[in-house]
């Protein structure tokens, strides 16, 4: 009766062990997998904005995922490493070039950074999802991005 208690024991700890390392074994499999892609991933620069003063170039950049797909965006505000950098991970980019502009969007005489990403979708469905726009906040001096709202709400507001 001992030895079949025993003998149970030891098969139960033998399959707990097993079970125990090939899980182990998958999680590491799948950590190496994300390690390699991420190093395939390239960071790239898609657009910039040129300027006189160092300090006012703007450059557009993304990780590469394919031919056509971009994700993991950072806008870089200056010409140096340490300059400002504001990052979007959860901008998304396909199939057509994204465009890049630097105007003054809300009239006060600063200005204001402008991407539009996936121009194939641009007009259909959410806006807000293809167009952003980063405000200068002059207190802070710095940009933070600016809520759109929809078209169909600007019209409502520019009946009223």
Do not use: C
Request: hydrophobic share 40%; aromatic share 12%.
């Amino acid at each position: 009766m001992k030895t079949q208690k025993n003998i149970f024991m030891l098969v139960l700890f033998v399959l707990v062990l097993t079970f125990s390392i090939s899980w182990i074994a998958s999680k590491d499999k799948e950590e190496s997998e994300k390690v390699i892609a991420e190093e395939k991933r390239e960071r790239v620069v898609l657009l910039s904005v040129l300027s006189d003063i160092r300090h006012q170039m703007i450059y557009l950049m993304a990780d590469k995922i394919t031919w056509m797909d971009y994700e993991n965006f950072v806008i870089q505000v200056g010409d140096s490493t340490q300059e400002a950098l504001y990052r979007f991970p959860k901008w998304y980019h396909g199939k057509y070039p994204p465009d890049l502009f630097y105007h003054d969007v809300n009239g006060d005489t600063f200005g204001d950074i402008i991407i539009v990403l996936n121009n194939d979708k641009v007009g259909r469905g959410n806006p807000r999802e293809d167009i952003h726009i980063l405000n200068f906040i002059k207190e802070r001096e710095e940009y933070e991005e600016a809520l759109i709202e929809s078209i169909e709400k600007t019209k409502k507001r520019l009946i009223r």
